[in-house]
């Protein structure tokens, strides 16, 4: 299908995202410098999602929830893993509260696609977006992410079967 790519080593892309009020989905372009025309792709091996400490400690409740996606489009209206425009979704809650005691969270949260077939997921990298929605929290949330990925070219038959692939059909 795709050439190969012609990176030796992984390139390195980074976003951030805040929610525009509390529990609003909210939606940020990553400046990906990527011309729409040129046919490129890139393979993605790695995200890492950050949240501080501050932003973790606004879940206090079983029905608290911070969602954070990698998304080709910012039409969407939930984040939904059945939706073509979500490439990737990470979700963090608490699933059990004890009166007393504590755990320890591990950052970043870690999203590997190296072990897929071919390296990694390809994707399309304009428009890329970060997105962000807490669910019944008090404050607004911030999230950040960091991706690993190598570039390929494509033929021009094969671009438009990865745009229509992520494409949101309204």
């Given at each position: 299908?795709?050439?190969?790519?012609?990176d030796?080593?992984a390139?390195?892309?980074?976003?951030?995202?805040?929610?525009?009020?509390?529990?609003t989905?909210?939606f940020s372009?990553?400046q990906?410098?990527?011309?729409v025309?040129?046919?490129?792709?890139?393979?993605?091996?790695?995200?890492?999602?950050y949240?501080?400490?501050?932003?973790?400690?606004?879940?206090l409740?079983?029905?608290?929830?911070i969602?954070?996606?990698?998304?080709?489009?910012?039409?969407?209206?939930?984040?939904?893993?059945?939706?073509?425009?979500?490439?990737?979704l990470?979700e963090l809650?608490?699933h059990?509260?004890?009166?007393?005691?504590?755990?320890?969270?591990?950052?970043p949260?870690?999203?590997?696609f190296?072990n897929?077939?071919?390296?990694?997921?390809?994707?399309?990298?304009?428009p890329?977006y970060?997105a962000?929605?807490?669910?019944s929290?008090?404050s607004?949330?911030?999230?950040?992410?960091?991706?690993y990925f190598?570039?390929?070219?494509?033929?021009?038959?094969?671009?438009?079967e990865?745009?229509d692939?992520?494409?949101?059909?309204?």
């Open positions: 299908m795709a050439m190969q790519s012609k030796k080593f390139n390195k892309m980074f976003g951030t995202c805040v929610e525009s009020a509390a529990n989905l909210t372009e990553i990906t410098n990527v011309d025309f040129s046919k490129q792709a890139w393979l993605l091996h790695r995200l890492e999602w949240l501080s400490g501050t932003q973790v400690d606004k879940i409740q079983a029905a608290d929830w969602s954070a996606a990698l998304t080709s489009s910012d039409k969407l209206s939930s984040l939904d893993l059945s939706s073509p425009g979500v490439i990737d990470m809650g608490m059990s509260l004890t009166a007393v005691g504590y755990q320890f969270t591990q950052k949260f870690i999203r590997d190296s897929l077939p071919g390296g990694g997921l390809i994707i399309a990298p304009r890329l970060i962000v929605k807490g669910e929290l008090a607004a949330v911030t999230v950040a992410v960091r991706g190598t570039t390929m070219t494509l033929t021009a038959d094969e671009y438009l990865l745009v692939f992520y494409r949101i059909v309204q």
